[in-house]
């Protein structure tokens, strides 16, 4: 069983940034794929950002490419979701994800087998 706990959340204004992190517990954190979804109120859960176990390689949805990070450091266990430039529409409550082995296409929910709670993120305009 892994547990993940999301912190870094808040209230910023447009144009600022955040960066959440994710802490893992539970061993073998370097085999889990990690992704960040979100979601807005009335509205479906929506990818943001994943980093694959395997290669390092970093996904992201389009709405957050080039203001987005997705980084991890595996001696932590830990994930982080680096936000610049902050806009209203990214004010969503953001939850971290593990998959274990994960593999591409990793912009899925299916692809992951633990979920944090999540933590919330608003942007004022």
């Known amino acids: 069983q892994v547990q993940l706990v999301e912190s870094g959340g808040g209230l910023v204004q447009a144009g600022a940034s955040l960066r959440l992190s994710c802490a893992a517990s539970?061993?073998?954190?370097?085999?889990?794929?990690m992704g960040w979804f979100r979601q807005a109120l009335g509205k479906e859960r929506e990818f943001a950002a994943a980093i694959s176990w395997s290669d390092g390689r970093r996904y992201y949805a389009d709405s957050v490419k080039g203001r987005f990070s997705i980084s991890r450091d595996n001696a932590e266990n830990t994930v982080y979701l680096q936000m610049n430039s902050l806009e209203p529409e990214d004010t969503a409550v953001y939850y971290c994800?593990?998959?274990?082995?994960?593999?591409?296409?990793?912009?899925?929910?299916?692809?992951?087998?633990?979920w944090g709670q999540g933590t919330q993120v608003t942007v004022s305009s």
């Open positions: 539970g061993r073998a954190f370097n085999r889990y794929s």
């Open positions: 994800a593990a998959g274990v082995h994960g593999r591409p296409p990793l912009d899925s929910g299916n692809a992951y087998d633990y």
